[in-house]
């Protein structure tokens, strides 16, 4: 399948890995390309640029494919060292970079300079016509059922995705609630030229994150998401478990009064314990309702090898049939 963002990106299939903290190894991003999708290693994840430097590396040496990393944009006190981080990128040679969180002005120039194609992923057609505005080269939209933080907006694809692109002139691909050809197809019909994923390439073979993380998606089903930090307008998806109801009742009792410092047991540094140790009610995990849609630990191959062949059988057999009435409903 050839779009916008296969030729824009030098991939074979319009699907994309988004960064996840923990998850976006070196392992995760160099599957996802050698299957024909772009894989994306999660900078933040790496403790220091010069690390990150070394994964870039690690990434290189596992695929010939092109692969990206995602800078997110947090709501920090103390924020990372951008600067450095955006170097260890543009010296490392990579070619893609999703970024994330707040609007990346501050590091266009520079990705651009380097002649870096950058998506901007964010939940709402306001902030994607910002990063239009300031020069990313696509957007990745992502939907009110999205794994990890939604906005405060609460559009779902269904809206979401249309509405971009009745205002976009830049590709844009669906982001949030996609796992199978099903997905991809629903997404270029809205109008989108491809489509993000996260919380399925977590349950794959080659996910470098503990076995109790994938058999808890696949166990989970699409009322097992919760939105949790609503308060205090940093709302995030994640799957439920003790740590997430506990953290439901502080927010309940505290109310408008709740800050920070209130959750920051079932929040603050638990990815690692719950991703390399497997501690599942160690805290709040980023987890899509697309969960629901999750019932396999395939490889990164044999998943979008599926998606196509379905996407496939959609588009040439199910619609072209309905179109010349001999296929059934
Ligand atoms: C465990 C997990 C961690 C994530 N961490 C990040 C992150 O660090 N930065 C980011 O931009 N997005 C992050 N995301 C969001 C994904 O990149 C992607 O946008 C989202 O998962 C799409 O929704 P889906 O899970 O329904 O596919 C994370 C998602 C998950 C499930």
């Known amino acids: 399948m050839k779009t916008a963002i296969t030729e824009m990106f030098g991939i074979e299939h319009p699907i994309i890995q988004g960064g996840m903290h923990f998850v976006g190894f070196a392992e995760m991003a160099a599957a996802v390309s050698n299957a024909g999708g772009l894989g994306i290693i999660t900078g933040l994840t790496q403790k220091t640029p010069e690390d990150l430097a070394n994964e870039i590396a690690k990434c290189k040496d596992m695929t010939d494919k092109p692969f990206g990393v995602n800078i997110?944009?947090?709501?920090?006190?103390?924020?990372?060292?951008?600067?450095?981080?955006?170097?260890?990128?543009?010296?490392?040679?990579?070619?893609?970079?999703?970024?994330?969180?707040?609007?990346?002005?501050?590091?266009?120039?520079?990705?651009?300079?380097?002649?870096?194609?950058?998506?901007h992923k964010c939940t709402s057609v306001r902030h994607s016509l910002k990063a239009q505005d300031i020069g990313?080269?696509?957007?990745?939209?992502?939907?009110?059922?999205?794994?990890?933080?939604p906005g405060e907006d609460d559009v779902p694809n269904m809206i979401l995705l249309p509405r971009a692109a009745d205002e976009l002139d830049i590709p844009f691909v669906s982001s949030g609630g996609q796992a199978d050809g099903r997905s991809l197809v629903a997404s270029l019909a809205m109008g989108a030229q491809g489509m993000n994923m996260g919380t399925r390439f977590i349950a794959t073979k080659e996910a470098p994150v503990h076995e109790n993380v994938k058999k808890a998606i696949v166990a989970a089903s699409e009322l097992d998401t919760r939105l949790v930090m609503r308060p205090l307008r940093n709302t995030e998806r994640v799957l439920t478990n003790e740590a997430v109801e506990r953290l439901l009742e502080k927010e309940k009792a505290l109310g408008a009064d709740l800050k920070f410092e209130?959750?920051?047991?079932?929040?603050?540094?638990?990815?690692?314990?719950?991703?390399?140790?497997?501690?599942?009610?160690?805290?709040?995990?980023?987890?899509?309702?697309?969960?629901?849609?999750?019932?396999?630990?395939?490889?990164?191959?044999?998943?979008?090898?599926?998606?196509?062949?379905?996407?496939?059988?959609i588009i040439n057999e199910r619609l072209v049939g309905f179109m010349k009435?001999?296929?059934?409903?």
């Open 72 to 119: 997110t944009f947090l709501p920090t006190l103390n924020p990372p060292d951008y600067p450095a981080i955006v170097k260890a990128i543009i010296d490392g040679g990579v070619k893609a970079v999703e970024t994330a969180g707040r609007n990346p002005a501050q590091v266009l120039p520079y990705l651009k300079d380097a002649g870096i194609k950058v998506i």
């Open 325 to 329: 009435g001999t296929v059934n409903a």
């Open 136 to 149: 990313c080269d696509a957007v990745s939209v992502d939907g009110f059922e999205c794994g990890g933080h």
């Open 262 to 313: 209130d959750i920051v047991e079932e929040v603050a540094g638990v990815y690692p314990r719950i991703m390399m140790e497997g501690d599942m009610d160690a805290g709040a995990w980023s987890c899509g309702m697309v969960a629901g849609l999750i019932h396999d630990i395939p490889t990164c191959k044999e998943l979008i090898d599926r998606i196509m062949s379905e996407a496939d059988q």
